[in-house]
């Protein structure tokens, strides 16, 4: 099942469409009150979430909503001013459409983020094959880029110790929308498999027969390479747009003693044969 | 790829090199101006505490200058961290080769300190091969007659061999140097990237990079380039660059303008090719063509400004080797091509029809050989013609099937942006008909030089008739589907300076040049920072719609033409026609960048050189005008000897 992220909404012609944002306090009860207020004065809510800002102190419930010309937009206002939970109450009005605009601009460990639809992404790295020489070869780049990026947030900012962070890794991942990820590692030998469920890069169908989630190998190989502080090769050995049921990578590590990639795989493969 | 204009170039005639502000490179030219460009990145970088610090990072503060106008380029970096490298480049006279001469001044940090590069031999960045010859210390990399070697004194004690993209991601030399750590790894191929390390306490650096046709060769002028001392090769780049400098005609200019004349004739030196006689138009900054149409190819409308400046600033050699290659140049029915290749191979073009062709580029270049022939002395003359007359000639009955109808026939514009009949192209090729007539006429050829000056004249009276717009004082820039198309387009100012369709001694059609230059100066002036700079035309959106060098020198060559004019009848006119300069020529040697380079455009907000970085045709124009003011100098001076000469016999 998929799950909309409700960034804009288009009622009929007579529609009046609102966004509230109510900031309360952070005690247990607080919130149940609010959707009755908005239902004894007529209103349907969309779509609704809760976010924390300060435990124990203050949160924002933020919703979408549609009413009749009926509803009076200061009663509602002053109704939820009025309850003792809430701090204070912010909305914008609007006809027809509404966008969301309530939670800008998005943030995501410490950069700001933005909501895409896959099927951009997939247009950019098409464009990307077609286009680039070595286009393989970049877009893990890409992504391994990305993968140490974040690791190293986790790592120097949120203070994630090293044995966390495949937990953290399947997480944010999911939460993401990336995919369902199962990690299977093992931290003395540096070898393991990684398996995705549905990953959002082997979904949409382009022109190639080959494994699509490149970028995914990359991410995953700058992740546990920054974390671990030890150069991480990680390749897809499966792949759903190649008729596999799931995606599945192979993590190796690279030899402290480097050689050239004959070496490695040479090296690799008497390993696993053993 | 990102577009990076350069700040700097060095070269010799078998290697150019273009660098960034803090001493990066951004182009080298083995073997040709034009072919091939072999390097992507190359780069310098520190690495300490872990860290990487790229010597072309905001973390450092750079100065970069020449050494005097010894065609020596000398950068100083500081970083914040107390850690400074001063890096000398050279291109020394006779060899294929960049020196780069570095002092490290570090005091505490510990590290290494690494030089990275990224080749694309042959232009390549696939089907490359990359070694180290630890017994000869010599990184190589090769595609095909492509090589390049590098080697150092002292000796590197790391290096890397590896892939700039590949599925072995941790082989890449550049990670190896930004995490510190290079593997030592002997050969590779594909897209190849090699580096090479130092430790941090290292205090002097001399790094050659060697270009050659194959192996041996590259063997043997690492032998010959090592046995060479560093200083010697200073000594001889200095002297080789003032020896040339020297060849040239003295000036007596302001001396703010002195050193950007000189820096200019360096760079059309380097940017000609002197053993084919074409010039680069600027060295190519865009090779996917990904924001214009890329620059680093020969036009003949460029050529001809670039080698007619060279001529009159007594370099005499330039001229006769471009009229010989346009000579092997000229297509069939008599025109040239839009650009070409250095060697004379048709480049990419967006001008392969009759109606897509730039018949200014075929007059330019008849007008020039005209011109030129006409400048030798009698015996010369007749060898000139016995060898050109039938590319001039052939040239020029192309121009006559192309104006059948007075005006031209339509073609693309001088801008390359338009298709119609322009004032400036009409000027041109009126120019042309009007000196090979000349030409024609002292070699008793009087059929052709009726039937051209004939024809030259009724080039002219159209274009005046139909282009001319007398309640705005100024011409249209063309007639475009039968129409007069008229927004006022700097190129105008060619019916005076070049090409002299407009005469200034007569009375009308001076006062048709003086409103001229009075509505351009009006409709396409653009102030910066308190100076002037003129525009294109109006409504110019390539790149945003700058002040060009080209279009602003234009206007000064023509002001200065008038002030000439003038000294000799008014003074006091001919006084404000000179200062009328001052703030063009303000413009001019304030937008270039901080070595004296010369761009195309100047950035309309901030005052910058804005593109193509250096260009020619900017540089040739800009001798140009630094002539004319050289020679209204010395007409002054001897007026006023003249004046006090009079006055004494008066007394």
Not at chain 2, 142 to 164: E, L, M, R, S
Not at chain 2, 327 to 344: A, C, E, I, P, V
Not at chain 2, 401 to 423: A, I, M, N, Q, V
Not at chain 2, 625 to 638: H, M, N
């Amino acid at each position: 099942m998929s799950r909309d992220v409700c960034t804009f909404y288009v009622g009929d012609n007579n529609a009046t469409l609102a966004w509230f944002k109510v900031t309360l306090i952070d005690k247990q009860g607080s919130l149940s009150k609010i959707p009755v207020v908005f239902a004894d004065n007529g209103v349907n809510q969309l779509f609704g979430y809760f976010g924390l800002i300060e435990q124990g102190v203050k949160g924002k419930y933020i919703t979408f909503v549609e009413f009749t010309e009926k509803t009076s937009v200061n009663k509602l206002v002053n109704e939820l001013k009025n309850l003792d939970e809430v701090l204070d109450v912010k909305y914008h009005v609007t006809k027809k459409i509404i966008i969301q605009t309530a939670e800008f601009p998005l943030e995501m460990f410490n950069s700001r983020a933005i909501i895409s639809r896959n099927a951009t992404f997939s247009d950019i790295i098409e464009e990307i094959e077609d286009a680039a020489p070595n286009a393989n070869a970049l877009i893990f780049q890409c992504g391994l880029k990305g993968g140490m990026d974040a690791a190293r947030y986790f790592k120097e900012v949120a203070g994630i110790k090293k044995r966390d962070f495949i937990t953290l890794l399947k997480g944010i991942l999911f939460s993401a929308g990336w995919g369902v990820i199962d990690i299977d590692f093992n931290f003395d030998s540096y070898k393991g498999t990684i398996s995705v469920k549905d990953s959002f890069l082997a979904e949409i169908k382009r022109s190639t027969e080959h494994a699509q989630c490149g970028y995914l190998s990359g991410y995953f190989a700058g992740f546990f390479t920054e974390v671990l502080d030890q150069a991480i090769h990680v390749q897809e050995t499966k792949c759903k747009s190649t008729g596999a049921e799931e995606c599945e990578f192979t993590i190796l590590p690279v030899a402290k003693k480097f050689g050239t990639f004959m070496e490695q795989t040479r090296e690799d493969t008497v390993d696993t044969e053993l | 790829m990102v577009i990076k204009q350069p700040n700097s170039i060095i070269g010799n005639q078998q290697l150019l090199v273009t660098l960034g502000m803090k001493g990066e490179i951004f182009g080298m030219y083995y073997p040709g101006r034009d072919y091939a460009q072999q390097v992507t990145e190359a780069l310098f970088g520190v690495n300490t505490n872990g860290s990487i610090h790229w010597l072309n990072s905001i973390d450092w503060q750079s100065k970069q200058y020449y050494l005097d106008n010894s065609g020596i380029l000398k950068t100083e970096l500081k970083h914040s961290s107390g850690i400074g490298v001063s890096i000398t480049d050279v291109v020394p006279p006779d060899y294929p080769v960049l020196i780069r001469h570095l002092k490290i001044n570090n005091n505490e940090l510990e590290g290494t300190f690494y030089t990275y590069f990224d080749f694309d031999m042959g232009e390549r960045k696939e089907k490359n091969s990359g070694f180290y010859d630890e017994r000869e210390g010599m990184l190589s990399q090769y595609w095909q007659n492509h090589h390049v070697g590098i080697t150092t004194t002292p000796a590197f004690n790391d290096w890397q061999v590896g892939k700039a993209l590949g599925a072995a991601w941790w082989t890449s030399a550049r990670w190896g140097v930004e995490h510190g750590q290079l593997q030592k790894n002997k050969e590779d191929i594909g897209n190849v990237n090699i580096a090479a390390g130092f430790p941090l306490t290292t205090k002097e650096i001399t790094q050659y990079v060697i270009f050659a046709k194959n192996r041996e060769e590259l063997y043997d002028l690492k032998e010959q380039i090592k046995s060479i001392p560093f200083a010697s090769f200073i000594t001889k780049t200095h002297e080789e660059w003032k020896t040339w400098l020297a060849r040239g005609k003295e000036i007596n200019v302001p001396s703010r303008l002195n050193s950007y004349y000189y820096r200019s004739l360096q760079v059309l030196h380097l940017l000609s090719d002197e053993k084919l006689g074409s010039v680069v138009a600027a060295p190519e900054f865009d090779h996917e063509y990904e924001e214009c149409g890329g620059y680093g190819f020969c036009w003949n409308r460029d050529a001809v400004e670039v080698m007619q400046s060279l001529h009159n600033a007594g370099y005499t050699e330039y001229l006769p080797r471009f009229i010989r290659w346009c000579k092997h140049t000229q297509l069939k029915d008599g025109s040239w091509f839009q650009r070409y290749w250095l060697n004379g191979s048709l480049a990419p073009s967006w001008g392969n029809f009759d109606y897509s062709t730039q018949i200014d580029e075929t007059a330019s270049t008849i007008y020039m050989m005209a011109k030129y022939g006409q400048s030798l002395l009698e015996d010369e003359r007749q060898q000139y013609l016995d060898y050109y007359w039938q590319t001039i000639d052939r040239g020029s009955k192309y121009l006559m099937k192309r104006t059948r109808e007075g005006l031209h026939d339509p073609c693309t514009d001088l801008w390359e942006t338009y298709h119609g009949s322009f004032t400036y192209t009409s000027a041109a090729i009126y120019a042309a008909l009007s000196e090979v007539a000349k030409l024609a006429r002292a070699q008793s050829k009087s059929a052709c030089a009726i039937e051209y000056e004939a024809r030259a004249k009724w080039i002219k009276q159209k274009t005046i008739k139909m282009l001319w717009m007398p309640e705005t004082g100024c011409f249209a820039k063309a007639v475009i589907n039968n129409e007069i198309y008229p927004v006022i387009d700097a190129s105008v100012i060619g019916t005076f300076i070049p090409f002299n369709m407009l005469d200034i001694t007569s009375s009308d059609e001076r006062e048709k040049i003086i409103q001229m230059l009075n509505t351009i100066e009006k409709r396409l002036n653009c102030v910066v920072n308190g100076k002037k700079g003129i525009k294109r035309y109006e409504n110019d959106k390539y790149r945003g719609g700058n002040p060009w060098t080209v279009t602003t020198l234009w206007l000064i060559n023509a002001q200065l033409r008038m002030a000439e004019y003038y000294l000799q009848k008014d003074e006091k006119m001919g006084e404000q026609w000179l200062n009328n300069t001052r703030p063009y020529f303000d413009m001019v040697i304030n937008s270039t960048t901080n070595t004296k380079l010369l761009p195309e455009q100047i950035n309309k907000h901030t005052g910058n050189p804005a593109w193509a970085i250096p260009l020619a045709w900017s540089s040739a124009l800009f001798i140009e005008a630094v002539q004319k003011l050289s020679k209204l100098q010395s007409l002054r001076f001897t007026e006023t000897i003249t004046c006090k000469a009079c006055a004494l016999q008066r007394q």
